[in-house]
């Protein structure tokens, strides 16, 4: 006998609020975003240069088009000095602050976690093998490693 279908939440079901929803989501939920909004929350302000110097393993291209979509959904202000050379500043938004709030959640209930995780990973990558390609962090934590000669 077959299940009945199951009934999706409310917020899960397609219409036009949902559809915008996800695209948020999709832009505040994506690596190097939650990363640069964690650094300019701590930094309060930085330029282009020095925010790239933070965000570890991000390319210059990266860092633009993602400063660019999170100023254009308000979430990051970017301020531009009439000097020469330009001086251009970027910060969090109030909008941005607000998110700001939850990200600290995340990475506060990340830190916590972390030997559980990687726990289960080990074991996870014993019994399957390791994954075809690293996370960000994996890579950039074999790298350290590597230079350290370990």
Known sequence: MANPPRK???ELEYTPTNCHARDVL???GD????YIIHVLGDAKTLRFNELRKEVDG???RMLTVTLRGLERDGLVSRTV???VPPRVEYSLTPLGGTL???IRGLVAWSGE???EVDKARAAYDKKHGPPARLTVAERLLAKR?????A
């Not at 690596?31 to 939650?34: A, E, F, I, L």
């Not at 490693?145 to 000669?149: E, K, L, N, T, V």
């Open 58 to 60: 991000i390319s210059q």
């Open 100 to 102: 700001r709030q939850l």
């Open 8 to 10: 999706r939440p409310a």
């Open 145 to 149: 490693r590597q230079a350290r000669g």
């Open 81 to 83: 000095h009439p000097e």
């Open 26 to 28: 999709g832009r505040v």
């Open 31 to 34: 690596t190097w975003s939650v």
């Open 113 to 115: 976690h972390l030997e």
